[in-house]
């Protein structure tokens, strides 16, 4: 007899993983989060660096913020 479980996409009854979704959904939101953090602490230390510092004062800055960022966003 032939196999007629469904094989196809989801939308023809197919089952979905559900984990593996889980998984790339939190992977996301992690990248998400931690790269908006990044960008944000570059943007401020760059400011920072050009207008009240300079390179070594702005990279003090920018590690503050990652690690103050990194504690709040666990």
Known sequence: MAD???????????KMDYAEHDR?????????KYGSL????ALI?????????????ATILFVLILAAGGFILR
């Open 4 to 14: 007629h479980t469904p094989t196809g996409p989801v939308e023809l009854g197919a």
């Open 24 to 32: 790339t959904y939190a992977g996301f939101i992690m990248l998400a």
């Open 38 to 41: 990044f960008c944000l602490a």
């Open 45 to 57: 230390a760059m400011a920072f660096g050009f207008f009240a510092g300079g390179f070594f004062s």
